[in-house]
Each structure stands twice: as C-alpha cells, then as structure tokens.
C-alpha cells in the first residue's frame, strides 16, 4: 500500500458516496423511520426503527465476516456476533491501536440531523424499509471513507516517520492537523465530487432544447458541502488520532 494507491481508493469510494445519496433521494424524508428522537435527544443510542435496521443488518454482516476487514468500522460494534465464513488472513497495514478509531457516532448524527434535510424531499411516502436500506448505504459508504484516513496516516508516517515522530511523541494535536491539511488538495476535491454529482445526477432530456433548465437528483452543492463540512474534516480527525497512537 502506498500513497498513490490510497488516493485511487478515495477517488473510487466518491462514486460510491455519490450514487448512495442519488439512491436515497428517490425517497422523501419519512421522519417516522428516525423517531424517537427528537429534539436533544442522543439520536444514537435512542431506538428507531433506523437504529434496529442497521443494528440486525450489521449482525448479520458480521456473521458474513464484513468486519474482518480492517477497512470495516461498524456503528455497533458491541452488538457483533463472531464470523460463520472462514477467517481471511488480511494484511497487517494498521497500527492495532487503529481497531479502537471509531467515530461512527458522529457520522450519524450528522448524515440525519445535517446532510439527510439538505438533499431528501419533505413528506412520507411509507417505504421505509427502502428509505433505512438506502440510509444505511449511504452510512456505510461515508464511515467507509472517513475511516480510511487510518490507511492514510499509515502510509504518510511510513514515507516520513522523521516528519511525524516529534509531534506525535509531543502528542501535538494542532501541529498534526497543521501537517496533514492540504487546502489546494481539498479544494481539488470538492471540484471534482461536485463534478461527479453533476455527471452522475443529471436527469437525461432528449429533447434538443439546449435553453431547458438542467436538474440533478441530488444538488451537486450538497455533494461539495458534505466533503467539505463533515468527510475532510473527520478524515483528518482520524489521522490524527490514529498517529498519536501509532508509536504506542
């Protein structure tokens, strides 16, 4: 694993985010699906029937052996049954400080209190077995990529141990983040998720009436404003928890 390979691995995981927030838009917000809570209320630990569907979908996965891989970070990792599949012997890249970065939590919190109202269409149109399925899709897909800043900082600190090892020794924080943002490379990929969204999410007209007005399944803004907001940042979040365990 290398750096290049890591960023291909990002740039393919957009496609996947993209297409998963095009999927759950086909749906309206179907508010019953997430309630409880409600307002200040902890959305994680109360019961919903989002909260149970992606609980016993998780069981279930674990029981297909998703979370042997390391690049796996589930949203109930204490409610997991053991693997029923033979154990794969996968690659130790990650520090085993990196198994205990989860900031699954977070992640939805914000996907249903911020990103969910920004793209989904006010209503209820009773799927909701469809709506948590899509919902689920997309969480998967946004934890997939956050957490993969764990393979991020490995290969960084790999290629520049002398780089990192003070601040990690300092366990300087702000001097870790200083170290692992890269405003032209951010910017680069807000353009090009947005890009993507755009290409992806257009409704397709075959009339020749070049002067109709273009639409997109899910705003290609929305898109820009979910890495910016929330993936970048937590990736980084990550990063930097990860390397001040790496030397433990």
């Not at 749906?27 to 989002?50: C, E, K, M, R, T």
């Not at 764990?150 to 300092?170: C, L, Q, R, W």
Request: proline share 6%; charged share 25%.
């Amino acid at each position: 694993m290398d750096l290049e390979s890591v960023r291909d691995s990002l740039i393919r995981q957009e496609d996947t985010i993209v297409f998963s927030l095009i999927e759950r838009a086909k749906f309206p917000i179907n508010s019953w699906a997430y309630s409880p809570p409600q307002n200040g209320v902890d959305a994680f630990s109360a019961s919903s029937f989002l909260h149970s569907f992606v609980r016993e979908s998780e069981a279930l996965h674990a029981k297909a052996g998703r979370y042997e891989n390391p690049e796996e970070n589930p949203f109930f990792p204490d409610d997991l049954p053991p693997s029923m599949v033979p154990t794969h012997d996968y690659k130790q890249v990650l520090h085993p400080a990196g198994s205990s970065i989860n900031v699954n939590k977070t992640i939805w919190d914000i996907y249903l209190n911020k990103l969910l109202p920004l793209f989904a269409a006010e209503g209820d149109d009773g799927n909701y077995g469809l709506t948590a399925a899509c919902d689920l899709a997309c969480l998967q897909a946004i934890s997939r990529r956050i957490h993969y800043g764990k393979f991020v900082a490995e290969v960084k600190f790999k290629e520049s141990p002398e780089e990192y090892g003070p601040a990690i020794h300092d366990q300087d924080r702000a001097g870790l983040m200083k170290m692992l943002t890269f405003e032209a490379v951010e910017e680069m990929v807000k353009k090009r998720v947005e890009k993507k969204a755009t290409v992806f999410g257009q409704e397709v007209n075959l009339s020749d009436n070049s002067k109709s007005k273009e639409t997109y399944k899910v705003d290609p803004s929305v898109v820009s404003r979910l890495y910016e907001e929330w993936v970048m940042p937590l990736t980084k979040q990550v990063q930097v928890e990860y390397l001040l365990r790496r030397l433990d």
